[in-house]
């Protein structure tokens, strides 16, 4: 059995997974030498036959070359008939012959025909000669002094079984070293049951007992070896074949079954990448007039990636052969063609296969996968034909929705307004920073707008009702603003107005307050009309200005100063960043009160409706200020989010959590805690390992803990927050969606997001006894729920009667001041004990 991963990088300084390979080589070397050095003088068990050392070579080689390809999970390793040549060698050569035959086999099957890493290639040179020691360690303390019978046959089976079961468990090891965790029992248990080495020993016994008994039988032998090594090669292809042909059956289902274009990209990327056996899969598609590519890729991690370039001429010769002459490229290992090895170089590949997406007539973009797994062979020409047919089937499902055009839109576009979306912005500032730098233009302005009381006008008429005032509201400003700038939205209720080529203090703000006059006028929602402002932060860029993100930090912080100050609109100052005087107080405080353990933690029941039993809580943090008195959190944790203080509260709201859930524990009472996590939490890579330390720390099982999330949080940068999401989920953590709503987008992501409960919104819940039109909300949430196989909390039950319609709906959990207000963590375990006494625990 042979290790075979290969994934391409230049030499670095060695990583802690490349010493603990290192590591596992010693102890394969060590075994190697333990039980292969005292056997390796002694003399071959038959004479009859004399095996050298270079015909044994040659026949490992020839079984190397016969393989099965399995792949476990990312991973490509190969079953091999080469306990035909071990066996042979054990009875016919002398130990020192064997040992030279699998090692200069070895050596010069990775030089001729592999691909693996240096580091790969000495692992597989160690491996075989520990195959090789424990083989005839086993084979010479068994079969010592007998003849060819059965005391030799169970030698024979013994030493090559054990070295074939070694093997894969050594494989196993590294497996898991490269991937992080491996079944190790699997592994072992598909390695005993594996029929092919058992088979290619007895077929090497009888070949033993005939040769012992007439060595003439040798031709009849050799011809009988080579029917069955084509024999097994015709198997292997079939076998793959067939696995080929499941895929695409399932490729073509679930691409035909995906109605999102994003849900059908990342299908097909995904599938092209695993059907054959890719690192790398991306779909690019060019603008009619060439100068752009918008490009969906897939690597190694599996998430989906987009990204729009300007046309690269060093594509200039792929994209003759794929786009004007409609043809697929291969561009094999070691391709010949210079061409191909520097645009494989230039892109990070070893190897490729590109094929042509057509739409009608004509080809919209290109499919590609690139650097194949797998030791033994470079992409072929099946490769091309397999994927030219999964680009058929990809062309027909966009074609058919007509979504070619809205992967460019909706790449750089908001879905929801339809305005140029934050991608879209940074591309427009860079280029106009980039006009700026080459002396084309005096500057340029940048605003940033947040809404007032949005949340308000979602918590009281819905997400549906708020997405139709966002509509309106991006219209309004399109009409304000007309062709002086670009209006986008980046997010939530945040907007952005670019306006290039003038760095005109006067003409920015003018602007800026027709943008605020056209909020003025009412919206009309439900029947109401609702009046919503805004705060404007406005930066401008000069001829020193060359960095998007400072400038939209900038318009950021004038923005946050224009909303505290109640003035509405604010060009940014330098002053701004250390001197307002409200947020350099909270923020400078908010630091110490973390430092000091000033931000505490209390928690508000939530108990089950069928029995009343409380059985997790929520986490609600609390700042008492010594001279503000209680901050609301509404205040300083989007301070903390924007001062980069948001991480240690996070950290600082688990930690309390948690410690209050082991004490809880201890005392007993095995209550769940869930905490919220804001935004930028979200966006926050070390979130995952806060979380699996604290866990860690304190004890506590990651089920008693649970997540609460939002939707504006997730929608704030989907891919990442689903990404980080999953990982959460995969400790073991509980997930809610908080604030849930009937927004189409709320519906459209749940079955997306690795969520085990949702929390109906208080506005919903708020008189539900006596508005219809909530109650009817509120159960078709309930429904959706019990539907999905969620746990649906309703929040904000403020009265026996709510409770009594959410009992009869069959909503699970409740939380409200009807069953207890927060509380400090401590006042948790005497309330619980009040209420025992009094016998009035339950809410049912």
């Given amino acids: ?190 390695a005993v049951l594996n029929p092919m080495p058992a088979l290619a020993t007895t077929t090497a016994l009888i070949t033993v007992t005939c040769l012992s008994a007439s060595a003439a039988s040798a031709p009849l032998l050799v011809v009988f070896a080579a029917m069955l090594l084509l024999g097994f090669r015709a198997y292997a292809t079939l076998s793959e074949r067939h696995l080929h042909l499941e895929r695409l059956y399932r490729f073509s289902q679930a691409v035909g079954s995906e109605p999102e274009t994003h849900d059908v990209l990342h299908t097909v990327l995904a599938q092209a990448r695993d059907i054959l056996h890719a690192e790398r899969a991306v779909a690019a598609f060019r603008t009619p007039d060439g100068s752009t590519v918008t490009r969906f890729r897939i690597d190694a991690d599996g998430r989906m990636t987009t990204s729009v370039d300007p046309f690269d001429p060093a594509d200039g010769w792929l994209a003759t052969q794929v786009y004007d002459q409609r043809r697929a490229v291969l561009l094999p290992y070691n391709s010949s063609d210079a061409d191909a090895r520097e645009w494989l170089a230039s892109r990070g590949l070893l190897d490729a296969v590109v094929v042509p997406l057509s739409r009608g007539t004509g080809i919209a973009g290109s499919l590609s996968v690139g650097n194949r797994l797998g030791a033994l062979r470079t992409f072929t020409q099946d490769d091309v034909l397999l994927l030219e047919t999964m680009a058929n089937h990809c062309s027909v499902a966009l074609s058919n929705g007509e979504l070619i055009g809205r992967l460019r839109h909706d790449a750089l576009h908001d879905s929801l307004t339809g305005l140029p979306n934050r991608a879209d912005l940074q591309r427009r500032l860079t280029e106009a920073l980039a006009e700026i730098t080459a002396g084309r233009a005096a500057g340029a302005a940048v605003m940033i707008l947040d809404l007032d009381e949005f949340k308000a006008v979602n918590d009281t008429l819905g997400h549906h009702e708020g997405d139709r005032l966002l509509v309106e509201v991006a219209a309004r400003l399109t009409t304000a603003v007309g062709n002086a700038g670009t209006v986008a939205r980046l997010g939530g209720d945040e907007f952005a107005i670019l306006v290039p080529g003038s760095s005109d203090e006067g003409r920015a703000l003018r602007l800026a307050r027709r943008a605020l006059h056209a909020l003025e006028e009412p919206i009309a929602l439900e029947g109401h009309e609702v009046e919503v402002g805004g705060s404007i932060g406005i930066a401008l860029a000069g001829p020193q200005s060359c960095d998007p993100a400072v400038l939209l930090k900038q318009a950021d912080l004038a923005m946050y100063d224009a909303k505290t100050s109640t003035r509405g609109l604010r060009v940014y100052e330098p002053e701004l960043d250390a001197d307002s005087p409200r947020r350099l107080t909270l923020v400078s405080e908010l630091r110490a009160a973390l430092a000091n353990g000033d931000v505490v933690v209390h928690v508000q029941p939530q108990a089950v409706l069928a029995t009343g039993d409380v059985v997790r809580v929520e986490a609600l943090v609390r700042w008492e200020h010594p001279e503000l008195g209680w901050v609301s959190p509404d205040e300083f944790v989007p301070v903390a989010e924007r001062s980069g203080l948001i991480r240690p509260l996070t950290t600082r709201v688990l930690d309390a959590s948690l410690a209050a859930c082991a004490r809880w524990r201890a005392a007993g009472q095995d209550i769940g805690v869930a905490v919220n996590l804001s935004t930028r939490s979200l966006q926050d890579s070390d979130l995952l390992d806060d979380v699996e330390r604290l866990l860690r720390r304190h004890g506590v099982p990651a089920d008693r803990l649970t997540l609460e999330v939002t939707e504006s949080s997730v929608m704030a940068d989907p891919a990442r927050a689903v990404a980080l999401l999953h990982q959460v989920r995969a400790l073991g ?72 319609v959410l009992t009869a709906m069959g909503c699970d959990l409740v939380q409200g001041w009807h069953l207890a207000r927060a509380m400090p963590t401590d006042d948790l375990l005497p309330w619980l004990a009040g209420l025992r006494r009094h016998g009035s625990l339950r809410v049912v």
């Fill in 1 to 190: 059995m042979t290790l075979a991963v290969r994934r391409p990088t230049g030499w670095r300084r060695p990583d802690a997974q490349t010493l603990r390979i290192l590591a596992l080589l010693v102890v394969v070397v060590g075994i190697a030498g333990a039980t292969g050095l005292p056997v390796l003088g002694d003399s071959p068990l038959l004479t009859t036959v004399s095996l050298p050392w270079w015909l044994l070579a040659l026949g490992f080689a020839v079984t190397d070359a016969f393989v099965l390809n399995i792949r476990v999970r990312r991973e490509t390793h190969t079953l091999t008939l080469s306990e035909l040549p071990l066996v042979l060698g054990l009875f016919f050569a002398a130990p020192a012959a064997l040992l030279a035959a699998r090692l200069v086999s070895s050596i010069v099957s990775s030089a001729l025909t592999r691909r693996s890493r240096p580091l790969k290639a000495a692992f597989n040179l160690c491996l075989g000669a520990m195959e090789v020691g424990v083989s005839l360690a086993l084979f010479h303390l068994i079969a010592s002094g007998s003849e060819v019978g059965p005391v030799s046959w169970v030698a024979a089976y013994a030493g090559a079984l054990a070295a074939d079961w070694l093997g894969a468990l050594a494989v196993c090891t590294a497996i898991g070293i490269h991937e992080g965790r491996v079944d190790l029992a699997a592994t072992l248990r598909e």
């Fill in 733 to 804: 953590v509980r997930l809610s969606l908080d604030d849930f709503g009937t927004g189409y987008s709320s519906l459209s992501y749940l079955q997306r997001l690795p969520v085990q409960e949702v929390k109906i919104d208080r506005s919903f819940v708020t008189g539900l006894g006596t508005e219809g039109e909530n109650a009817a909300i509120v159960r078709a949430i309930v429904d959706l729920g019990r539907h999905l196989g969620l746990e649906v909390v309703a929040e904000g039950v403020e009265d026996q009667g709510t409770a009594d």
